[in-house]
């Protein structure tokens, strides 16, 4: 029952038909029946997760209602939760933080239920969820294929039925492309409609949570909770029309101008994504909205962009898992040599690689020549977005060139693994908003597309991913797994 639709379990709670400790006890036993096979969780909440269910029958029986009251949902190993540890997919050890991060602490307040730490690629860092310290995450819909990352063990839980909803982090597509690769519905904010206190830094200026669902509706529900300022992270604002949120419209697809990038529908598109894709261009436009095809010049540019700038602040936001301050000690014969072994034996072969080359490009001599070029190409490609949207309202792209590949099939090609995040870094680059829907299946695995607006346009995006819902079924699939 947990897996049902969020708002169907809304109203059962909400009528006194279902009660959070049920819910929260059947997510516990199929988190418990399942996931041997499917390595999604780093950390089951049961203590936690009953004492919060409990509390929120109360609340319901005294007839309060928000959204979220009741609900089991899924936390990405880096965010924060007071009294429980931090792992991040690392061998360097755990850290345990004082303090709840902000947008799980306004979900618990509003009653919602965290039931489970999900595994995730190291540090954020992956595509695949197969850079994780305590192994891989597989793919619900097959299990010989990757989830996607670096939510992949967020991702891979809901779309297992361990919860109703699951929160990630997104820098580069991180929640987004996990969900196109689960079947799932995902949101990336505009940069500062979430706060970011209590989410590990990887990229500061890259870094968003992510939310992760079965609908559009579910998101904008999950949202209105959520979204707002923070005076714990001063880059976080007020959403505009969030009041919207709650009860969400469909929105009118007539006269609706929708730009098809013909960057991202060009090349490299796998045969079965272009299909599904093309297949949602055509029912989008016999509701009357108006196919404008625009051009993103600068998004050949934006994964090399992306990997510039993101490992220049990985290389310094990680510079404080020495084994002093954060991580696992391991002893030495001086200072020197303690760092250089902790680190060298803490962290896994992905986050060295982006830590080496982060170093190097803010490294004297080189700044010019690769960080501040990049900060350069950022700007063209967030331009080329400012300009689309003169011409269109939305625009629609694939979540990925492909379905979810083969698990280790490119673990020794790491230039392949990052163009897996092809169509999910343009909008990081810009700081846009961009909504992951279910596009239908490609021999049996589901294939996502992406809705992306101007910024803070989350309400109009939402709505519009509502409306395609409408006349889908694609979000009601569910892998083949056992009863």
């Not at 909400?14 to 041997?36: F, H, K, P, Y």
């Not at 009953?50 to 509390?55: G, S, V």
């Not at 529900?221 to 880059?235: E, K, M, N, P």
Request: with cysteine; hydrophobic share 40%.
């Amino acid at each position: 029952m947990v897996n049902e639709c969020f708002n169907g379990l809304r109203e059962g709670l909400d009528a006194g038909d279902l009660s959070s400790e049920v819910l929260t006890r059947q997510s516990l036993e199929i988190m418990a029946q399942r996931d041997a096979d499917l390595g999604a969780l780093a950390t089951r909440l049961e203590e936690t997760s009953l004492a919060c269910a409990r509390k929120a029958d109360r609340r319901l029986r005294q007839g309060e209602r928000t959204p979220v009251l009741g609900l089991p949902f899924l936390l990405k190993d880096n965010l924060a939760l007071a009294g429980a540890s931090l792992g991040h997919g690392s061998r360097i050890g755990p850290i345990k933080p004082p303090f709840t991060a902000t947008v799980v602490l306004r979900l618990m307040e509003a009653g919602a239920v965290p039931v489970a730490q999900t595994r995730m690629d190291e540090f954020a860092m992956g595509s695949s969820g197969e850079h994780c310290a305590s192994g891989p995450t597989r793919n619900p819909w097959s299990p010989d294929r990757v989830p996607g990352g670096s939510s992949s063990g967020s991702a891979a839980g809901l779309a297992a039925g361990y919860a109703a909803f699951a929160l990630g982090s997104d820098t580069g597509g991180s929640a987004r492309l996990p969900a196109a690769f689960c079947g799932l519905s995902a949101l990336r904010p505009t940069y500062g409609t979430l706060s970011r206190k209590g989410l590990s830094a990887m990229a500061s200026s890259l870094d968003q949570i992510g939310l992760m669902a079965r609908s559009a509706r579910d998101l904008a529900s999950i949202l209105s909770v959520v979204a707002g300022s923070d005076s714990g992270d001063a880059t976080s604002t007020c959403l505009p029309r969030q009041d919207r949120l709650r009860n969400l419209h469909v929105m009118d697809l007539k006269g609706l101008r929708v730009g098809l990038p013909r960057e991202a529908l060009g090349d490299g598109l796998a045969p079965e994504v272009r299909r599904l894709m093309e297949t949602a261009v055509a029912l989008l436009a016999s509701e009357g909205a108006v196919p404008v095809e625009v051009s993103l010049p600068h998004s050949r540019f934006a994964v090399d962009t992306y990997f510039l700038l993101n490992t220049s602040e990985v290389s310094s936001n990680l510079a404080r898992f020495d084994g002093v301050r954060f991580g696992t000690r391991v002893p030495a014969a001086d200072l020197q040599d303690t760092l250089a072994r902790t680190r060298d034996e803490g962290f896994g072969p992905e986050v060295k690689r982006r830590i080496l080359l982060g170093a190097f490009c803010l490294s004297k001599g080189f700044y010019e020549a690769f960080h501040l070029k990049a900060l350069q190409a950022r700007t063209l490609v967030a331009q080329d977005f400012q300009h689309a949207f003169q011409q269109v309202d939305l625009i629609l792209m694939p979540a990925s060139p492909a379905p979810a590949f083969p698990l280790g099939s490119r673990l020794e090609d790491p230039r392949a693994m990052h163009l897996t995040d092809l169509h999910t870094v343009p909008q990081a680059l810009a700081g846009l908003p961009a909504l992951v829907l279910p596009a239908g299946l490609a021999k049996g695995l589901p294939v996502g597309l992406q809705f992306v607006g101007p910024a803070f346009s989350e309400v109009a995006l939402l709505e519009a991913g509502h409306a395609f819902q409408r006349l889908t079924s694609h979000h009601r699939c569910a892998p083949p797994l056992p009863a």
